[in-house]
């Protein structure tokens, strides 16, 4: 009877099949059942497959109608035999004493896993070489992984490359997980859950397993599922630290720092992906709205490698931000929202399909907006609109009016078309030039030159000659904001500033009893 399930599941990868199947073939190990599964191969490999079993009776082919990521879980246990499982992608292979030594490692050493180094070979290359390889073998108790996993969590990151127990397989809570689908970071939730059946593991000091790389594997393909797998794995390695009391401080930050590895190589390949601007778009929102992002690009204690992948996310998400500047798409608004509230959050107002095209093409705009700098963007914007400098009806005021800091006196402006209006004086104010411009507002208000916005613009003088100390302008300011609201026939909000100035002195003033005798004359 077989002791060893080979498990092998293969979706058009004909080129590579040969190499494979006759890796496990040619074990010097021969006591196990090579259980292959054809997920609906289209490109021949179906043809070749069979022939294989009809030469070999230690291949059960089960043939699939369509390609399904989990199509081996399912099979594996219907079709299980023996007391050991190894697995092997299919455009991967063997050494021929792949089985007898791991699996003599595996009992010599009474262990649960037991696990090889990984040669990789690059198919656009040609080329071979060493992936990772431990100089001595390695013999671990559970805890002792969990303390040790940034050492040593690469070698049973993979289902594939291991001698696993069948028996604590099935006992392993992976079906959940499995039942997701993800096309990335399943194996590493798989594994970390056998793991959680094991005593002991052993890392053997071989490189027994050949990993090919090429452009075209799941690796290099975006699917929306694989940000959720990557999500899924980080949250399995957080809580499995946890559980062993091994999450400290420098676990958290080695696990922080991996997470945005992953989340960078995924991001670039749903950069190059095939995907239109809105759909990308609409994933990098997904991106910023995981919860550990704000984390993730936040400090790493200066680790130079960790503000590398920061930079790069960042660059990578403008990409993908400024690739939308003609999108029309729905949701686009509400997308570019949810990445601004991480790659800008002062300058979030900003980031509107409208405006993507001027701040891409504007350099200073563009620097201030990568700098999160909200007064530079705001005194910017308020240039070009002094200069009439862009186009019409882009709503570029209201961008203004979000950016103000809090202690601007500018917050007292409510309508944002004043920023077009006055935009000289709204720049100079931004620019902390407050009593050049409160001499020039009392001249526009003694030559009554004021015509738009004339409330805004009085609480604006009032507020510049109040940070200014300036009384005999404030009291002027006053007496002028009593005008405009008997003007208005707002006769409650005009007495409350008579009141006022009365209370500062100023009830015999000239100006001040005649508002009030119009008002009395008016019936207000």
Known sequence: MPQITVLCQTYNTKEYLQQCISSVLSQTRPDFRFLIVDNGCTDGSSELLEAYAREDPRIKLIHRKKNDIIAWYEELRRHQ???YLATIDSDDWWEPDFLERMIGFLEEHDLDLATTGTMAYWQKRQEGGILRKLEQPVLLTQQEYAERFPVYCMYPNTVWGSILKLELFWKADIEPFVSKRYPFGLDTICMLEYIKQCRRIGIDSSALYHYRIQPKSVTYQYFPLRLDGIIARFEKIREFLTQHGAYDAKQAEWAMRTHL????????????????????LKECARFASVQDMPHLLGDFSNYSQANTLKREWREMAWS???????CSAPGTEDSLQTIAAVLCPHCAAVLQPRFLRLLQENEPL????????????????????????????????????????????????????????YADCCLNILYGNYRIRLEDMTGALLRNEVQYAQEDYLKLYLTLAAWEGEVSAFLFGKV?????????????VC??????????????NDEVQSIRQRLEQCGL
Do not use: H
């Open 81 to 83: 035999e023996g007391k």
């Open 495 to 508: 007495r409350l500033v008579l009141e006022e100035l009365e209370e500062m002195g100023m009830e015999e």
């Open 320 to 326: 993908i931000v400024f690739q939308a500047a003609n």
């Open 261 to 280: 590895l992953y989340m960078n190589n995924t991001l670039k390949v749903l950069c190059s992906s095939d995907l239109d601007a809105a759909e990308k």
């Open 480 to 492: 002028q904001l009593a005008w405009f609201y008997l003007r208005n026939r707002q006769a409650d």
């Open 366 to 421: 563009y620097t201030a907006l990568m700098k999160d700098d909200p007064s530079q963007l705001a005194s910017l914007i308020l240039k070009l609109i002094a200069e009439n400098r862009y186009p019409d009806g882009t709503g570029l005021e209201e961008i203004v009016q979000s950016l103000l800091p809090d202690e601007s006196p500018l917050q007292v402006v409510s309508d944002s078309g004043f920023f077009q209006v």
